[in-house]
């Protein structure tokens, strides 16, 4: 039996499903622990493209179960859309399970984050999806879960609490109450049929032996505690949620595995040290295709930064890492690869509080026109070689491609 947690290493948009899609085969669940339909999964499967914002990807092994735990938030619209797609292309969803303990995304609070974006001096740049209203409501107490959907329970106290908060932007903003009941309606209905206590499922599968994968959304630098503040997510995106997100104990976890770009993105606003406004960013920009699968924003790009990876080490707890979309570095002469930042004259190696003044250092390694050839081309190699030696951790997977098949595993 074991029980692995997958967690992004940089700021999310790492590749995790692919790489969840290619462990499903060693894995009897997959279960996700935070965020909501600001994710977005793209996995291929028999030349057919699917995009996930909630719905773990391991969905697609129909013998395997997909759970989605207690820590996610859910919009009920976009859950609908993709149990539809997967339906209209023969996936029954019988494998799906629903956390009754899961908090809904309400219409409000994607009102109240355009709302909040547009009040905001400083942009986060949030996918606007309601996330970090719905995990205020979560923690003031004032939010609605599965089970409160599901059993039709009285939630005027969350709506008048909605209410106040969006009053607040001006008298005249008001929530939409029968868009509301309208809402609750048809989630009720969507929901019903996948919704238990998955805490008690996950924990009577591992007693009895089952290899459980727990996956991870966003990344380790936009998680709320240790992510660049407030350019942040509002869950914790890090392996320690893995348990919690999750209703089992910590002490479950076997392993952590880190995902990361060959290089670096980042969506939204932020510091990012490594971020290239000329032609190498533009080239990871195009063959990368780094445009958001939720929002379709053009992602920003930049080299990869060893400073980051070490601290998504520290963090999470890592124990392997996989790193993604190698080949996308292909045709470059050099490539830039970031070991330290300078400030103030000094140099420093950890991720810092504020990254004001921090200017990376770089080591330059050669570049590569083949990624794969019967095998990993040498500089490719040597390429993770450095990492690992960098990071002293192991690299388990190495991707080059979209495919299933464009996956291979390091001795
Ligand atoms: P929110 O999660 O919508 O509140 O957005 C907060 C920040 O996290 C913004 O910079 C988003 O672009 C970023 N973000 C949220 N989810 C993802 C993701 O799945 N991938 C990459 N960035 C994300």
């Not at 060693?26 to 935070?34: E, G, K, M, S, T």
């Not at 000329?278 to 920009?285: N, S, T």
């Amino acid at each position: 039996m074991v029980v692995l947690a997958l967690v992004g290493c940089q700021w999310g948009d790492e590749g995790k499903g692919k790489i969840i899609d290619y462990l499903m085969k060693d894995f009897d669940i997959v279960a996700r622990y935070q965020g909501g339909s600001n994710a977005g999964h793209t996995v291929v499967y028999s030349g057919k493209k699917f995009r996930f914002h909630h719905i773990p990807s391991g969905i697609l092994y129909k013998d395997k179960m997909a759970i989605m735990g207690n820590g996610m938030v859910i919009d009920c619209d976009v859950l609908k859309n993709e149990i539809e797609e997967l339906r209209e292309n023969g996936f029954n969803c019988k494998n799906l399970f629903i956390s009754d303990r899961a908090h809904i995304v309400m219409p409000y609070h994607k009102q109240m984050d355009e709302l909040e974006e547009r009040a905001r001096e400083k942009k986060i740049g949030t996918t606007k999806r309601g996330i970090g209203p719905c995990y205020t409501s979560k923690v003031e107490r004032s939010g609605v879960r599965v089970y409160d959907l599901v059993n039709n329970t009285d939630i005027s106290g969350a709506i008048e609490a909605a209410e106040n908060r969006v009053k607040s932007f001006g008298d005249n903003i008001s929530v939409d109450r029968e868009g509301i009941e309208r809402y609750c309606k048809k989630s009720r209905d969507l929901l019903k049929p996948y919704v238990c206590d998955t805490s008690l499922l996950l924990n009577e599968k591992i007693e009895e032996g089952k290899n459980l994968l727990l996956e991870g959304a966003q990344g380790t630098l936009l998680d709320i505690d240790h992510g660049t503040y407030p350019f942040v997510t509002s869950s914790t995106t890090t392996a320690g949620n893995a348990a919690t997100g999750c209703g089992i104990g910590p002490n479950h976890i076997d392993e952590v595995m880190g995902v990361t770009k060959a290089y670096t993105t980042r969506v939204g606003e932020g510091p990012f040290p490594t971020e290239d406004h000329g032609d190498e960013g533009k080239h990871l920009l195009e063959k990368g295709a780094e445009y958001g699968t939720t929002t379709g924003r053009a992602r920003r790009c930049g080299y990869l930064d060893m400073v980051i990876l070490r601290y998504a080490k520290r963090v999470n707890g890592l124990t392997s890492l996989a790193v993604t979309k190698l080949d996308v570095l292909e045709g470059m002469k050099k490539v830039k690869v970031c070991i330290a930042y300078e400030k103030d004259g000094g140099e420093i190696k950890e991720i810092p509080v504020s990254f004001e003044g921090c200017k990376p250092v770089y080591e330059e390694l050669d570049g590569w026109e083949k990624t794969f050839d019967i095998s990993l081309t040498p500089n490719v190699r040597e390429y993770l070689g450095f990492m690992e030696d960098t990071l002293k951790t192991k690299i388990r997977l190495a991707s080059f491609g979209s495919g299933r098949e464009e996956t291979i595993e390091l001795e």
